[in-house]
């Protein structure tokens, strides 16, 4: 498993095809966005323009450990793009949309956590490479509101558990990647 983090648009998501075309002919991307408007259509088109033709594409961002056991084909590679809006969206179901006053962040931490798990548990189940994409929040200021804050906690853990379980770690900043790990 091959980490890659870095902050809103630092690169990472070129860095990472990078590394996944130099290392897999095929290769089965896992988009976790959802289209909620029209900007976020523009941006997933971008993002569709970019990568390779004959990559596969799976859309969705629930139980990935069991998209990558059952929906890999054999010799591809994964590149899973990206973490955080699959902890956003997973997030925002667990809330049913409930306010931020409201919600038990502990015990959607554990739900989200568990989800986390099963990607590293898959992820080390297979022999072909898995890219996955993150983003690193805790590079600013604590934000102001409580949902927020509690998103960059419960994102940072999570991507500290993908660091450990992660063969290769790279930091990408102004487009430049560093491998840490």
């Avoid at 973490?83 to 038990?104: F, K, M, Q």
């Avoid at 996955?132 to 906690?153: C, K, Q, W, Y």
Wanted: net charge negative; charged share 25%.
């Amino acid at each position: 498993m091959i980490l890659i983090t870095g902050g809103a648009r630092s690169g990472k998501s070129r860095h990472a095809e990078q590394l996944a075309a130099a290392a897999c002919e095929r290769v089965l991307y896992i988009a976790t966005s959802t289209v909620t408007d029209e900007e976020m259509a523009q941006r997933v088109s971008q993002h569709r323009a970019q990568r390779p033709a004959h990559w596969r594409t799976w859309e969705g961002y629930r139980d990935l450990g069991e998209v990558i056991r059952h929906r890999l084909q054999p010799g591809e590679g994964v590149m899973l793009e990206c973490v955080t809006t699959l902890l956003a969206n997973l997030l925002y179901d667990i809330s049913g949309g409930a306010s931020p006053d409201l919600l038990d962040f502990a015990a959607a931490e554990r739900q989200l956590q568990a989800q986390v798990d099963d990607l590293i548990d898959a992820c080390r189940c297979t022999l072909q490479p898995v890219y996955i994409v993150t983003n690193e929040l805790g590079m600013s200021i604590t934000p102001e509101n409580r949902l927020a804050r509690h998103f960059v906690d419960i994102a940072g853990r999570a991507n500290q558990a993908l660091a450990r379980a992660a063969d290769e770690v790279w930091m990408v900043v102004s487009g430049i990647g560093v491998k840490i790990k």
